[in-house]
């Protein structure tokens, strides 16, 4: 929380402003991907920057993202300092064998004579009835890949300052934000600087239900656990901010704590980041736990169209509620 | 074409490259069937002349993108016979510290950035490399292999796309033997003419005979020129053929023994030394002083492979990130 002067500020401005101060401060950085530049990007992240910053440093590429995003990783490769956007997740599938073959492997197969120096940004999740081809929440998959470093920026000081760290990051790191969070505001502190993508934060303190997500999830379980501190069950909410590595030290904190654990995440269960996070509390935090793990993830269905069934599908802050108070050792009162 | 005139020192080194790409694999099929070499397998016998042609066209400061049929690339770009054999028997020592072994040869020092084992994978790869010279006024040509198997993937379509659009300096360097692994080119292509598509994206093109490394030579150096020049991409047909099956798994059954045969009287070491001969440019002795080198040499790498040291074990997880992310990266 800041102390000092802050301003308001949307986290579609704070990730601009982090793009801009990537251009200013490195020369070897530039922005490509599709509609970044004439059209100002499709979630208008990148708006203004082709008038400051010239074609050659915001290139617009075709519809093509396999090449273009394996052009960021060799121009990574070749001493450049790429930022990849790539439209939504659904879409970088098209260049998954860039992301997998190529990006993540190449450091171990060279035995350790290239690094990707590569950041690709993309927009996950689902919320404004964008319907199956926009909507999913694929990042828990690319989290699965060795090589590659995923972060999700749920907060606006995240968001404006998780790109520089990642340019710093000699890898391939791979930056999801969600489409529902572009036109949060929120109070950035003026002295707002680079922060630590090693490490989960508590958003919450509580002793009673760790509640463990990211994401766009992040502001469900707050309000999920403002519900319940009404009833007064306190609800400790992690913020994972990076998939990968994950920082389970500080769930492992927590959850001595609290003994009982609610996983909160956008993507599907069946083998799902929330599944390695329970397989991970399971093989190490067993003894501490003093309830089953609950898991709140999306419907086993494709993001449907229409708005109760989009709403349905994905978590809401009363399935929340619901888990964790099945966690509680007597039924909270009504 | 017209031939272009052979000079006896270049000659010479040309016919010595190309014969220690020859015997280098010639060893590597040998310790494959010994067991001191694993895993996919893929020679190049025949198509010598492409590797040891366009590398005559490159300076040492351009990039090479290859295949996993990269063996005569590693060793015509200057990849030494000791490091590429002991890649191939995944040996420390090895140029990839025997991570990649065959199909994933990588060398900083020589700007040979793989091996690719993604049929087309390399081809953004390229792209990507030309447009950080691009960005940061380099002129410098990345040279990407590619054979036409590559042709009919989506990556070539979109590479070919870009790198004109951007005008980047790329040698696109087609290595059409006529087969994508198994499969003959017209049961897979609907346009066999590959310049042609190359030309769709407005790009010059050329075809080269690839069994004749001096027509190679020639069409790299002008294509490469080109592209230093500024002018943008330039893609490069060598039409060629592999002797040997596609991988040392492959039976062979989908191709006659008489076609294989017939390429094999087009030899492009044969032709070379057949032309350097009738020229006066070659005697025996020097053929004979050429092969003794190239033989040493080679059983010198075999040795060196064979005495190198396996990676410990406790290395496993070392270089999947940067050492200085590795710490934290262990998840």
């Given at each position: 929380m800041a102390n000092g002067p802050t301003r308001r500020i949307t986290y579609r401005d704070a990730?601009?402003?982090?793009?801009?101060?990537?251009?200013?401060?490195?020369?070897?950085?530039?922005?490509?991907?599709?509609?970044?530049?004439?059209?100002?990007?499709?979630?208008?992240?990148?708006?203004?920057?082709?008038?400051?910053?010239?074609?050659?440093?915001?290139?617009?590429?075709?519809?093509?993202?396999?090449?273009?995003?394996?052009?960021?990783?060799?121009?990574?490769?070749?001493?450049?300092?790429?930022?990849?956007?790539?439209?939504?997740?659904?879409?970088?599938?098209?260049?998954?064998?860039?992301?997998?073959?190529?990006?993540?492997?190449?450091?171990?197969?060279?035995?350790?004579?290239?690094?990707?120096p590569v950041v690709i940004r993309m927009a996950t999740g689902a919320g404004r009835q964008l319907a199956a081809q926009h909507a999913h929440s694929l990042e828990g998959w690319l989290a699965h890949v060795p090589g590659l470093r995923i972060v999700e920026p749920a907060t606006i000081e995240d968001a404006r300052g998780m790109l520089w760290t990642a340019l710093q990051d000699p890898d391939p790191v791979l930056i999801f934000e969600h489409q529902t969070l572009y036109n949060l505001e929120g109070d950035l502190p003026a002295d707002a600087g680079p922060v630590d993508i090693d490490r989960a934060v508590v958003r919450r303190h509580g002793g009673d239900v760790t509640v463990i997500t990211y994401g766009a999830m992040l502001y469900k379980s707050l309000a999920a656990a403002a519900t319940l501190a009404a009833d007064g069950v306190e609800c400790e909410v992690i913020d994972l901010r990076t998939l990968r590595p994950l920082d389970m030290n500080t769930i492992f904190e927590s959850v001595r704590r609290t003994r009982r654990?609610?996983?909160?995440?956008?993507?599907?269960?069946?083998?799902?980041?929330?599944?390695?996070?329970?397989?991970?509390?399971?093989?190490?935090?067993?003894?501490?736990?003093?309830?089953?793990?609950?898991?709140?993830?999306?419907?086993e269905v494709p993001i449907p169209y229409p708005k109760h069934l989009e709403d349905a599908a994905v978590p809401q802050a009363a399935a929340i509620v619901d888990a964790v108070r099945a966690l509680l050792p007597a039924p909270a009162p009504r | 074409m017209s031939t272009p005139p052979l000079e006896r020192t270049h000659g010479q080194r040309l016919l010595r490259e190309m014969i220690r790409i020859r015997r280098f694999e010639e060893a590597c099929a040998e310790h494959y069937s010994a067991g001191h070499i694993r895993g996919f397998l893929h020679l190049y016998i025949g198509e010598e002349a492409v590797a040891v042609g366009v590398m005559q066209g490159l300076t040492p400061a351009d990039a090479i993108v290859a295949t996993y049929r990269e063996h005569g690339h590693a060793l015509a770009r200057g990849i030494g016979a000791d490091p590429l054999m002991a890649e191939m028997f995944g040996k420390q020592e090895g140029c990839s510290r025997g991570r990649g072994g065959s199909m994933h040869?990588?060398?900083?020092?020589?700007?040979?950035?793989?091996?690719?084992?993604?049929?087309?994978?390399?081809?953004?790869?390229?792209?990507?490399?030309?447009?950080?010279?691009?960005?940061?006024?380099?002129?410098?040509?990345?040279?990407?292999?590619?054979?036409?198997?590559?042709?009919?993937?989506?990556?070539?379509?979109?590479?070919?796309?870009?790198?004109?659009?951007?005008?980047?300096?790329?040698?696109?360097?087609?290595?059409?033997?006529?087969?994508?692994?198994?499969?003959?080119?017209?049961?897979?292509?609907?346009?066999?003419d590959l310049p042609a598509k190359a030309r769709t994206y407005g790009m010059p093109t050329a075809s080269a005979d690839g069994m004749d490394v001096t027509a190679v030579e020639d069409a790299a150096r002008s294509a490469a020129e080109q592209v230093r020049a500024g002018n943008g991409p330039f893609f490069l047909e060598c039409r060629t053929y592999r002797f040997r099956a596609h991988s040392m798994f492959d039976a062979e059954l989908y191709r006659d023994k008489a076609e294989v045969e017939e390429w094999k009287t087009r030899d492009p070491i044969a032709l070379l030394k057949a032309r350097l001969e009738q020229a006066g440019l070659l005697d025996a002795r020097e053929l004979t002083a050429i092969e003794d080198e190239v033989r040493g040499e080679i059983a010198r790498a075999v040795a060196f492979a064979d005495a190198g040291t396996w990676e410990p074990v406790e290395h496993l997880t070392q270089d999947v990130y940067t050492p200085a992310a590795q710490e934290a990266n262990r998840g």
């Open positions: 990730m601009r402003e982090a793009i801009r101060e990537a251009l200013t401060r490195d020369p070897r950085v530039f922005l490509m991907g599709e509609d970044v530049g004439r059209y100002g990007g499709a979630y208008a992240v990148s708006k203004g920057l082709l008038a400051e910053f010239g074609p050659e440093r915001i290139r617009d590429t075709p519809l093509s993202e396999s090449t273009f995003v394996g052009a960021g990783i060799g121009a990574a490769l070749g001493g450049s300092r790429p930022i990849v956007e790539v439209m939504t997740v659904n879409f970088s599938l098209l260049a998954l064998d860039q992301i997998v073959n190529t990006a993540a492997t190449i450091r171990h197969m060279s035995g350790g004579q290239f690094s990707v654990v609610a996983i909160v995440d956008e993507g599907w269960r069946s083998g799902g980041l929330s599944a390695e996070i329970a397989a991970r509390l399971a093989e190490s935090a067993f003894y501490d736990l003093d309830a089953p793990i609950a898991r709140v993830c999306s419907a | 040869v990588f060398d900083a020092a020589t700007r040979f950035y793989g091996g690719n084992a993604i049929v087309g994978g390399g081809l953004p790869l390229a792209v990507g490399l030309a447009l950080s010279d691009q960005l940061l006024g380099r002129r410098r040509v990345t040279a990407c292999f590619f054979g036409d198997g590559a042709v009919a993937e989506g990556e070539f379509h979109e590479s070919m796309n870009l790198a004109a659009l951007w005008k980047l300096p790329v040698l696109f360097v087609c290595e059409n033997n006529l087969y994508a692994m198994g499969t003959r080119i017209e049961r897979a292509l609907s346009q066999t």
